[in-house]
């Protein structure tokens, strides 16, 4: 099992620019998640998604958009990318209910630079 | 307003010796608390957990302590050993809520 996968997992854009970033889990979890981690920050939530079809925003929605089509995948849009956005994103995936809490598996990361 | 508070960004400790990494929480209503690791360029791993029920939870070198009344939690590390070394998030999830709130973290250095 691969778990959970990032693509990509280093991108630079220019402040304007849009780009996609893919999440793939191969656990058959319910839940799905996007984080960003920023230095003395933590982790904050972007969004997340209970079930295909459905998402919701975190803590930090704005300036993302997320679609989840498919089961397995979720994917994070940027549609024009801002210098604040520079971050790490971090997507993650887990069952429903109180597994959620602690079988919250995450994928490597995308390190983003927005120039 | 931060629910889960880890008030030191940073922790060193001598190889051996016992690592204490503290939490805070506002929020009564939260059924579990964890803790996460992360170690760079990877992504966080679940360590241990704590129901909101009890007090203590042991995991062989691990420990996470509980006190409801004052709202914190502790994890205890001993011994420490330099495999240690990473950022280690505090968690706490509401049955009514859910996504999981963390912390910012505390980085955990153990020097031999």
């Known amino acids: 099992n691969a778990g959970v996968t990032q693509t990509p997992k280093f991108r630079v854009l220019k402040t304007g620019q849009s780009m996609t970033l893919l999440c793939a889990q191969d656990m058959n979890h319910e839940y799905m998640y996007w984080y960003r981690q920023d230095p003395g920050m933590g982790l904050r939530l972007i969004h997340y998604s209970v079930g295909e079809g459905t998402t919701a925003k975190g803590e930090v929605p704005d300036g993302y958009n997320v679609s989840r089509l498919k089961k397995q995948n979720f994917l994070l849009g940027l549609e024009s990318a801002a210098p604040s956005q520079t971050s790490v994103y971090f997507c993650?995936?887990?069952?429903?209910?109180?597994?959620?809490?602690?079988?919250?598996?995450f994928g490597p990361g995308t390190r983003l630079t927005v120039t | 307003d931060q629910q889960v508070k880890q008030n030191s960004p940073s922790l060193s400790v001598q190889e051996g010796r016992i690592s204490i990494l503290n939490c805070d929480y506002t929020n009564s209503m939260f059924d579990y608390f964890l803790w996460y690791k992360k170690y760079p360029a990877e992504g966080p791993t679940f360590l241990i957990s704590i129901s909101s029920i009890k007090d203590k939870n042991e995991d062989g070198r691990f420990t996470v302590f509980l006190n409801k009344s004052a709202k914190h939690l502790s994890l205890h590390i001993v011994p420490s050993q330099p495999g240690d070394s990473a950022v280690y998030f505090c968690a706490a999830w509401n049955s009514g809520n859910t996504p999981l709130v963390f912390g910012k973290g505390t980085r955990l250095s153990v020097i031999a």
């Open positions: 993650a995936s887990s069952p429903p209910g109180v597994r959620q809490a602690y079988e919250q598996y």
